[in-house]
């Protein structure tokens, strides 16, 4: 295990060092500056003259910035951007120091100057025009002439068709290499499909590294892992050929020193030209400025040129040990055709040995090139024949993965991990047109009548139209990996709605036998369900040609095998009682449907169309559909059942109800003739003195008061002006725990947002102006008990920003102090304001609302408690009367119409003025209608007065009416007394309705019978 989990770590690690390595170098190449001219390793002429020798110059064709002497083939380079040139190793330096050469301002000139003149100047040797394009000068010698020549060379990229070649082949091979692994990872004991990913893996390498090789050869470790991969590759694909499809003796885990022979002569080889590309890179380097540093650098120059010779002659020995290589394989995969054991792995090698047949024609033109044309073969006239080979291996892997099943890789694969490839290769494509042209058109000088707008509309265009295209065969991907997908979808739906709906049993029966034939193409399809436990199972209902038994019944044995498996399916020339079964209903698939965990009934499936097989997908659907239209036919069944009962429910509902009713009525007897008086339940006392008023809107409010005031959670009371909102708050004190702390009131529409903050926080000597000393804020105060923040929606944005920080944290920083003060504070806000419009209009924070609206409580408008203007007039009577020493008592019939007709937009701090008033000017001991002062109200009151008395009941008793009226006025304690007997004697003993003759709540009715010895 041990060893499995070792060499799947380390092929892993080489197939990721593949695939960035790719990546490095297709990053390199484009952005690797480089001199029009190509050099190979040696001189063609073996002749041991000075420099190195132009071997290739196609890249010159179409410059227009050359100055000087153009190159030739044949010249000899001897130096570059002002470095001598020995050897190819100083060549290759050379471009590894344009690629990170800094240009200073004296080496940037005019478009159009001669940089040769300016050299001459300068002694510069690498220059930049003002366009950013950059030119190198180059000495070199002819035969026949007999000083150095200058020519000045613009620096260039690399043709872009070639690039994308690369980046083609890449990608394909990235999706070979994908697959792979994801196989082996799933399988990593299987020994063919190990060496087929690691295969993969150098492949990769050597082909794309291969494609630039003089390019990245000024990159030692991109040259060199070129080289690694490029030896062993031949050595894995042979390996590779051993084992497949079943390795050969000597290939068997037995025998594993085998394949490590295999890789004796490759290794050697890597290691040979390793080292050899090591050396020269050494010898190369550079040892800076000064006498000695020269000497030395042409000491090390000439010892790096003495390498490359033997290299080549190693290089032309590893090509010939690869052609070997190839043969070699060659013969496996015959042995491979041979060794075959069944029509799918003969398939498979068929395809690898057309692929091989191919890939032979076109390295034997390789081998022609390179023994013909060497020159042409080294520069990359091998690139579009290894491309074919590569690319025809690569096909034959296709086919055998997608229709031979090569290396069983379909059964570690699924058919979503295939789509999510073809997908994210489709999005690969798209992705590398797009960056094509976008990297093209940056290094093209594409304008039309020198404007860029034509440009971008025409890019635009071909982006939208490349767009669609990838659309449409995404589409067509969706529809040919899941089509499956779109039938059971359209099924789903249909039994969705049937389930939905709950119709009839016989409903959901034809949607799944309909749905089964539209999605599965089946001739016939019929459901059969169990009469209770039997063995017996009755046709439901069926669709399509056949003649199937209206009843069958199982074996035991058959109804165990279904009730464990829930699937049956045909297999040919069984004999088995399922298969029997199968035989006699003239079925393909037989399903059980589970109703209640039991089985409920079998959905059977006669044959498909052109005597397909069912497939994985195929059953799973009918997996889905058996266990829903299972839930749904009991859902059905079970909708009659209750249909039924809840007509019999409903029959014995009406018959509790006559009961109950009959019930109550014995129930109120029996409380008539009980004498017991009935015991109210206990009720918590609530400190309410300053706040009048009995009717249900204001007890709401203060049963609301009584349940929260012993919490420390903040409370935002609302309602207009003069609802008395103050009082409200400080019953909320008074009733609370911190009822002995005190109670800080700030009214903050009052104060200016620095005042207010002030106030609030406190500040400290010299925060401000008149700051002369330090002054605690009303926080402080409040510590330990309440702080009621009155007009609460008026703050300023500032001020709501540290009322938060304080609610949330029970911190602040007085005004012009860095002290933190921790307090222990309620807060009870009020405001008149909709702080909801307020927050819509960007005036009050929305998280400052959530912190003060834990409890909200809105007090009602006077208006809205018509109930409670009487005591509420008769309690400010009573306080203006003795504020200013009148005997004022009671208010009269017509005034106090007047008071119940008004509408009261000031609410109670209007009522008290209007009594206050009406005090003062009163002569008398009661307030007549003159002395109110409220506009527009004489004539209403008027009118209401003589309606009233038009409409009053002649059957309602006239000591009613005394004792409403008498309740009106200011009693003393005997007539309250008397008042309550009163009530009593007219509703014959009854308390309750003596409590609502008189208006007030009974709890309050009781409380003033005990008070008099009456409860």
């Given at each position: 295990?041990?060893?499995?989990?070792?060499?799947?770590?380390?092929?892993?690690?080489?197939?990721?060092?593949?695939?960035?390595?790719?990546?490095?170098?297709?990053w390199?190449?484009?952005?690797q500056?480089?001199?029009?001219?190509?050099?190979?390793?040696?001189?063609?002429?073996?002749e041991?003259?000075?420099?190195?020798?132009?071997?290739?110059?196609?890249?010159?064709?179409?410059?227009?910035?050359?100055?000087?002497?153009?190159?030739?083939?044949?010249?000899?380079?001897?130096?570059?951007?002002?470095?001598?040139?020995?050897?190819?190793?100083?060549?290759?330096?050379?471009?590894?120091?344009?690629?990170?050469?800094?240009?200073?301002?004296?080496?940037?000139?005019?478009?159009?100057?001669?940089?040769t003149?300016?050299?001459?100047?300068?002694n510069?040797?690498?220059?930049?025009?003002?366009?950013?394009?950059?030119?190198?000068?180059?000495?070199?010698?002819?035969?026949?002439v007999?000083?150095?020549l200058?020519a000045?060379?613009?620096l260039?990229?690399?043709?872009?068709?070639?690039?994308?070649?690369?980046?083609?082949?890449?990608?394909?091979?990235?999706?070979v290499?994908?697959?792979?692994?994801?196989?082996?990872?799933?399988?990593?004991?299987?020994?063919?499909?190990?060496?087929?990913?690691?295969?993969?893996?150098?492949?990769?390498?050597?082909?794309?590294?291969?494609?630039?090789?003089?390019l990245?050869?000024?990159?030692?470790?991109?040259i060199?892992?070129?080289?690694?991969?490029?030896?062993?590759?031949?050595?894995?694909?042979?390996?590779?050929?051993?084992?497949?499809?079943?390795?050969?003796?000597?290939?068997?885990?037995?025998?594993?020193w085998?394949?490590?022979?295999?890789?004796?002569?490759?290794?050697?080889?890597?290691?040979?030209?390793?080292?050899?590309?090591?050396?020269a890179?050494?010898?190369?380097?550079?040892?800076?400025?000064?006498?000695?540093?020269?000497?030395?650098s042409r000491?090390?120059?000439e010892?790096?040129?003495?390498?490359?010779?033997?290299?080549?002659?190693?290089?032309?020995?590893?090509?010939?040990?690869?052609v070997?290589?190839?043969?070699a394989?060659?013969?496996?995969?015959?042995?491979?055709?041979?060794?075959?054991?069944?029509?799918?792995?003969?398939?498979?090698?068929?395809?690898?040995?057309?692929?091989?047949?191919?890939?032979?024609?076109?390295?034997?033109?390789?081998?022609?090139?390179?023994?013909?044309?060497?020159?042409?073969?080294?520069?990359?006239?091998?690139?579009?024949?290894?491309?074919?080979?590569s690319?025809?291996?690569?096909?034959?892997y296709?086919?055998?993965?997608?229709?031979?099943?090569?290396?069983?890789?379909?059964?570690?694969?699924?058919?979503?991990v295939?789509?999510?490839?073809?997908?994210a290769?489709?999005?690969?494509?798209?992705?590398?047109?797009?960056?094509?042209?976008?990297?093209?058109?940056?290094?093209?000088?594409?304008?039309?009548?020198?404007?860029?707008?034509?440009?971008?509309?025409?890019?635009?265009?071909?982006?939208l139209?490349?767009?669609?295209?990838?659309?449409?065969?995404?589409?067509k991907?969706?529809?040919?990996f899941?089509?499956?997908?779109?039938?059971?979808?359209?099924?789903?739906?249909?039994?969705?709605?049937?389930?939905?709906?709950?119709?009839?049993?016989?409903a959901?029966?034809?949607?799944?036998?309909?749905?089964?034939?539209?999605?599965?193409?089946?001739?016939?399809?019929?459901?059969?369900?169990?009469k209770?436990?039997?063995?017996?199972?009755?046709?439901?209902?069926?669709?399509?040609?056949?003649?199937?038994?209206?009843?069958?019944?199982?074996?035991?044995?058959?109804?165990?095998?279904?009730?464990?498996?829930?699937?049956?399916?045909?297999?040919?020339?069984?004999?088995?009682?399922?298969?029997?079964?199968?035989?006699?209903?003239q079925?393909?698939?037989?399903?059980?449907?589970?109703?209640?965990?039991?089985?409920?009934?079998?959905?059977?499936?006669?044959?498909?169309?052109?005597?397909?097989?069912?497939?994985a997908?195929?059953?799973?659907?009918?997996?889905?559909?058996?266990?829903?239209?299972?839930?749904?036919?009991?859902?059905?069944?079970?909708?009659?059942?209750?249909?039924?009962?809840n007509?019999?429910?409903?029959?014995?509902?009406?018959?509790?109800?006559?009961?109950?009713?009959q019930?109550s009525?014995?129930?109120?007897?029996?409380?008539?003739?009980?004498?017991?008086?009935?015991?109210?339940?206990?009720?918590?006392?609530?400190?309410?003195?300053?706040?009048?008023?009995?009717?249900?809107?204001?007890?709401?409010?203060?049963?609301?008061?009584?349940?929260?005031?012993?919490?420390?959670?903040?409370?935002?009371?609302?309602?207009?002006?003069?609802?008395?909102?103050?009082?409200?708050a400080?019953?909320?004190?008074?009733?609370?725990?911190?009822?002995?702390?005190p109670?800080?009131?700030?009214?903050?529409a009052?104060?200016?947002?620095?005042?207010?903050?002030?106030?609030?926080?406190?500040?400290?000597?010299?925060?401000?102006?008149?700051?002369?000393?330090?002054?605690?804020?009303?926080f402080?105060?409040?510590?330990?008990?309440?702080?009621?923040?009155?007009?609460?929606?008026?703050?300023?944005q500032?001020?709501?920003?540290?009322?938060?920080?304080v609610?949330?944290?029970?911190?602040?920083?007085?005004?012009?102090?860095?002290?933190?003060?921790?307090?222990?504070?309620?807060?009870?806000?009020?405001?008149?304001?909709?702080?909801?419009?307020?927050?819509?209009a960007?005036?009050?924070?929305?998280?400052?609302?959530?912190?003060?609206n834990?409890?909200?409580?809105?007090?009602?408008?006077?208006?809205?408690?018509?109930?409670?203007?009487?005591?509420?007039?008769?309690?400010?009577?009573?306080?203006?009367?003795?504020?200013?020493?009148?005997?004022?008592?009671q208010?009269?019939?017509?005034?106090?119409?007047?008071?119940?007709?008004y509408?009261?937009?000031?609410?109670?701090?209007?009522?008290?003025?209007?009594?206050?008033?009406?005090?003062v000017l009163?002569?008398g001991?009661?307030?007549?209608?003159?002395d109110l002062?409220?506009?527009?109200?004489?004539?209403?009151?008027l009118?209401?007065?003589?309606?009233?008395?038009?409409?009053?009941?002649?059957?309602?008793p006239?000591?009613?009416?005394?004792?409403?009226?008498r309740?009106?006025?200011?009693?003393?304690?005997g007539?309250?007394?008397?008042?309550?007997?009163?009530?009593?004697?007219?509703?014959?003993?009854?308390?309750?309705?003596?409590?609502?003759?008189?208006g007030?709540?009974?709890?309050?009715?009781?409380?003033?019978?005990?008070?008099?010895?009456?409860?």
């Amino acid at each position: 295990m041990g060893r499995l989990h070792f060499q799947r770590s380390a092929i892993s690690l080489l197939a990721g060092i593949a695939i960035f390595y790719c990546l490095a170098v297709l990053w390199y190449v484009p952005t690797q500056p480089c001199i029009p001219l190509n050099c190979l390793l040696t001189n063609s002429s073996g002749e041991d003259l000075p420099g190195l020798e132009i071997q290739d110059v196609h890249l010159l064709k179409g410059l227009k910035s050359i100055k000087g002497t153009t190159p030739e083939v044949g010249d000899r380079i001897i130096a570059a951007a002002g470095q001598p040139i020995r050897s190819f190793a100083d060549w290759t330096r050379v471009h590894r120091m344009l690629r990170t050469w800094k240009i200073d301002s004296a080496a940037v000139i005019a478009l159009g100057k001669d940089p040769t003149e300016e050299s001459a100047k300068s002694n510069i040797s690498v220059f930049e025009y003002t366009d950013k394009s950059r030119v190198v000068l180059v000495w070199f010698l002819r035969e026949g002439v007999d000083h150095p020549l200058l020519a000045c060379l613009p620096l260039v990229g690399q043709p872009v068709f070639e690039v994308s070649m690369t980046l083609l082949w890449y990608v394909l091979q990235l999706c070979v290499l994908v697959v792979g692994g994801v196989a082996y990872w799933n399988r990593p004991f299987d020994q063919p499909l190990q060496t087929f990913f690691a295969l993969s893996a150098l492949t990769l390498m050597a082909f794309v590294g291969g494609s630039h090789w003089w390019l990245i050869s000024a990159s030692p470790p991109l040259i060199l892992v070129f080289a690694i991969a490029g030896c062993l590759l031949p050595a894995a694909l042979l390996h590779f050929f051993l084992t497949y499809p079943y390795p050969i003796p000597l290939f068997t885990q037995e025998h594993r020193w085998s394949r490590w022979l295999l890789y004796v002569l490759p290794a050697f080889a890597a290691a040979g030209l390793s080292l050899m590309i090591v050396f020269a890179t050494l010898m190369t380097r550079d040892f800076g400025q000064g006498p000695f540093a020269q000497t030395l650098s042409r000491i090390t120059g000439e010892g790096a040129r003495l390498v490359f010779p033997p290299l080549r002659q190693s290089i032309y020995l590893v090509f010939a040990m690869e052609v070997g290589y190839f043969l070699a394989s060659l013969l496996a995969i015959r042995r491979s055709y041979r060794v075959s054991r069944n029509p799918f792995e003969r398939n498979q090698v068929t395809s690898l040995m057309g692929a091989a047949l191919v890939a032979t024609l076109l390295i034997a033109w390789t081998i022609y090139l390179a023994v013909s044309n060497h020159v042409y073969f080294a520069l990359g006239g091998a690139r579009l024949p290894m491309f074919g080979a590569s690319l025809a291996f690569m096909l034959a892997y296709a086919i055998g993965i997608a229709r031979y099943k090569l290396l069983l890789i379909d059964q570690v694969i699924s058919r979503g991990v295939w789509y999510y490839c073809a997908s994210a290769g489709l999005t690969l494509i798209f992705a590398a047109l797009v960056a094509v042209g976008a990297v093209n058109t940056a290094h093209q000088d594409l304008y039309f009548f020198g404007q860029t707008v034509p440009l971008i509309l025409v890019l635009m265009i071909a982006v939208l139209v490349v767009i669609w295209i990838r659309d449409s065969v995404q589409r067509k991907l969706d529809r040919r990996f899941f089509s499956e997908k779109y039938q059971l979808d359209k099924a789903l739906n249909r039994m969705n709605r049937v389930v939905s709906n709950l119709l009839e049993p016989e409903a959901v029966a034809d949607s799944l036998l309909n749905s089964c034939r539209d999605v599965l193409h089946v001739e016939q399809a019929a459901l059969y369900l169990r009469k209770s436990q039997r063995l017996e199972f009755r046709m439901f209902t069926a669709v399509g040609s056949g003649n199937l038994p209206l009843q069958i019944t199982l074996e035991s044995s058959v109804l165990d095998v279904l009730t464990e498996n829930l699937v049956l399916q045909r297999v040919p020339h069984s004999t088995s009682p399922t298969q029997s079964l199968l035989r006699q209903l003239q079925a393909d698939v037989v399903h059980g449907l589970e109703m209640q965990n039991n089985l409920g009934g079998l959905l059977v499936l006669g044959a498909k169309r052109n005597n397909l097989q069912f497939s994985a997908e195929d059953l799973a659907f009918v997996d889905a559909m058996a266990r829903i239209s299972g839930v749904a036919l009991h859902c059905a069944t079970v909708q009659q059942d209750v249909a039924r009962l809840n007509q019999d429910l409903q029959l014995k509902m009406n018959k509790i109800e006559d009961q109950e009713r009959q019930l109550s009525v014995l129930h109120g007897e029996l409380a008539t003739l009980s004498k017991l008086p009935a015991i109210a339940p206990p009720e918590v006392e609530l400190r309410r003195e300053a706040i009048k008023g009995h009717g249900p809107a204001m007890t709401q409010v203060l049963e609301t008061v009584r349940k929260v005031a012993g919490s420390n959670s903040s409370v935002l009371i609302r309602g207009e002006s003069g609802t008395g909102k103050e009082l409200l708050a400080r019953a909320l004190h008074e009733n609370s725990p911190r009822r002995d702390a005190p109670l800080i009131s700030v009214h903050c529409a009052a104060l200016s947002a620095t005042l207010l903050e002030s106030e609030l926080f406190g500040h400290v000597k010299g925060a401000f102006t008149d700051a002369h000393q330090d002054k605690e804020g009303r926080f402080q105060m409040a510590h330990g008990g309440t702080l009621f923040l009155d007009e609460i929606g008026d703050i300023s944005q500032e001020v709501q920003v540290k009322l938060l920080r304080v609610l949330q944290e029970r911190k602040f920083e007085p005004v012009g102090s860095t002290r933190t003060v921790s307090v222990d504070v309620r807060i009870v806000a009020a405001t008149h304001r909709n702080l909801e419009e307020l927050i819509a209009a960007g005036q009050f924070r929305e998280d400052l609302f959530y912190r003060l609206n834990v409890i909200s409580v809105t007090l009602p408008a006077l208006r809205e408690r018509p109930e409670d203007l009487y005591e509420l007039a008769i309690h400010f009577l009573r306080r203006a009367s003795a504020e200013i020493g009148k005997n004022v008592l009671q208010i009269d019939d017509d005034a106090l119409m007047v008071l119940q007709s008004y509408d009261w937009p000031g609410n109670i701090r209007e009522l008290q003025n209007v009594i206050e008033r009406a005090v003062v000017l009163t002569e008398g001991n009661s307030i007549r209608v003159q002395d109110l002062s409220i506009a527009g109200t004489e004539l209403r009151t008027l009118k209401s007065a003589t309606a009233s008395d038009g409409k009053r009941s002649s059957g309602v008793p006239a000591r009613l009416n005394q004792i409403a009226l008498r309740r009106k006025t200011l009693i003393s304690e005997g007539g309250e007394l008397q008042m309550l007997r009163d009530a009593l004697d007219a509703c014959q003993g009854n308390k309750a309705e003596a409590a609502r003759l008189l208006g007030m709540p009974r709890s309050t009715f009781f409380s003033k019978l005990k008070k008099h010895g009456m409860g």
